[in-house]
């Protein structure tokens, strides 16, 4: 199975108001994770990443918080608007051996905004 | 400064056939790794390329390959094609790990 998880498959929430994307990862040892958007038949855009030494990370409307201990990821949008309207992935960057890494997904969260 | 390019855009083919898609990184990236995307999924990994070898792979069967070229472009073919290898194929380059970039993904449609 994926180590990569996400709690919730779709959100809706009201234009302005503040979203929050959870994620849950299973490989301790990973040390790099991203937050990608991904609209209707386009590749994934990079929002922003977090490397494991750090527990938040802010950018412009959005923030992402890492909790190593419980091994969690969120990503925040702040004043949702109209065209934040996407699926969100997170992706974990693993080790696997001999210096070569992977890049994770999980399912995604679609996130509807409502005008 | 060019992102990630994939070629073709859309691909339609017929089951047993053969395809090959065509990704070109970013400038500075030296390692290219395939994605493939079925509907409402998340991309799941193939395989990654550095230094024209494949240095990783996914649980993908042998009828996917790939090829790095001296100019870091890569190349993904499949052989035999099925129903259900119909999917969304992303390409990714990268540099040291880091900064993971896509491209807009071929659509591969298998009838």
């Known amino acids: 199975g994926e180590s990569v998880g996400l709690h919730l498959p779709t959100l809706s929430v009201q234009e302005g108001d503040n979203s929050i994307i959870n994620c849950a990862y299973s490989n301790s040892a990973s040390d790099y994770f991203i937050w990608y958007k991904q609209e209707s038949g386009k590749g994934p855009q990079f929002i922003i990443d977090i490397r494991s030494n750090m527990d938040k990370r802010q950018g412009q409307r959005v923030t992402v918080l890492l909790n190593k201990t419980v091994k969690h990821l969120s990503l925040q949008i702040a004043a949702t608007q109209p065209g934040d309207s996407a699926v969100y992935f997170c992706?974990?960057?693993?080790?696997?051996?001999?210096?070569?890494?992977?890049?994770?997904f999980g399912k995604g969260t679609k996130l509807s905004v409502i005008p | 400064d060019a992102g990630v390019t994939q070629s073709p855009t859309h691909l339609i083919k017929t089951r047993g056939q053969q395809v090959t898609l065509r990704c070109s990184p970013k400038?500075?990236?030296?390692?290219v790794s395939w994605y493939q995307q079925a509907l409402g999924q998340g991309p799941q990994f193939i395989f990654q390329?550095?230094?024209?070898?494949?240095?990783q792979r996914g649980n993908f069967p042998d009828r996917f390959s790939g090829h790095q070229f001296p100019n870091y472009s890569s190349e993904l073919n499949v052989n035999a094609l099925l129903l259900g290898d119909s999917a969304l194929y992303l390409c990714a380059s990268s540099r040291n790990n880091y900064g993971y970039t896509f491209g807009s993904g071929t659509r591969l449609t298998v009838v």
């Open positions: 992706a974990e960057n693993m080790d696997s051996g001999a210096g070569s890494y992977q890049l994770t």
């Open positions: 400038s500075g990236h030296d390692t």
């Open positions: 390329y550095y230094e024209e070898e494949e240095r």
